[in-house]
């Protein structure tokens, strides 16, 4: 299948570890210009070379989208970069799973004003576009009460809210709006392989939950966003895609 990505212009916060660095790899990979943050230069610098050596046209942005006027100057620069902008991909989360209100502070500022601040400053240059699309990651946490019920799982179900909110306003100006709400997903110097080596028994538990019998590769919650994000999936908005190998048992109509 086409996606139909080729040549158009993609912005991911949190495009160099985890979910986040794979789907920058994804789009990319389909012929798509795109810009992405993270917090640590280094690490900006690295996938950025990587991307730039595989022929891609990439450019990356130290930033902490906490930072509201950060992100929005980091957007204005990118479409003059790239010449506008077709796709957003909201990604950057706190991780902030904890009990007390520094978690919420962290969480709303981060996971939910991130993504909030990500659609406004973007949301000039999606009118422009002529295969405008937005997508936001939220989590299972968002379905159902888990381990990281509290300001994680309620911000991350808030997300869902907004984007499918957008999506219902934006359908008129032919913008669509969806999110992908992951399971557990397990990559280097991501906050699963920490729990295993710091909380292994919490690690045994979670996946002794997966049916599979494993978790998630990052590669293969980023195919999902990409299409998503693609003009092959035109006439998809306003959809939450679980991709979590059965692992939530709630039906979802």
């Avoid at 669509?176 to 906050?191: D, H, Q, Y």
Wanted: charged share 20%; hydrophobic share 45%; glycine share 12%.
């Amino acid at each position: 299948m086409d996606l139909q990505l080729a040549g158009l212009r993609a912005l991911v916060t949190g495009g160099t570890k985890g979910i986040g660095h794979a789907i920058v790899e994804g789009l990319a990979a389909e012929g798509a210009s795109v810009a992405f943050c993270a917090r640590t230069g280094a690490d900006v610098t690295a996938t950025e070379n990587k991307l730039r050596g595989d022929g891609a046209t990439a450019t990356g942005c130290t930033l902490d989208v906490g930072d509201g006027e950060a992100l929005t100057r980091w957007v204005a620069d990118s479409a003059a970069e790239l010449g506008g902008i077709d796709i957003i991909v909201s990604n950057v989360s706190a991780l902030a799973i904890g009990e007390g209100e520094e978690f919420w502070k962290q969480s709303f500022e981060v996971d939910m004003m991130g993504t909030v601040r990500l659609v406004t400053a973007a949301m000039p240059f999606l009118e422009q576009s002529q295969a405008p699309a937005i997508v936001t990651v939220s989590s299972v946490s968002g379905r159902e009460i888990d381990f990281a019920a509290g300001a994680y799982g309620t911000f991350k179900a808030a997300i869902v809210h907004y984007t499918q909110g957008l999506a219902y306003q934006l359908a008129a100006k032919g913008i669509r709006a969806n999110t992908i709400s992951p399971g557990n997903t397990k990559f280097p110097g991501g906050v699963w392989e920490n729990i295993e080596q710091n909380n292994p028994e919490l690690y045994k538990e979670a996946l002794a939950l997966n049916p599979t019998g494993r978790m998630a590769r990052p590669e293969e919650i980023a195919r999902a966003a990409v299409f998503l994000a693609s003009p092959a999936a035109s006439f998809i908005t306003g959809t939450n895609l679980v991709v979590d190998g059965a692992l939530t048992r709630g039906v979802q109509f």
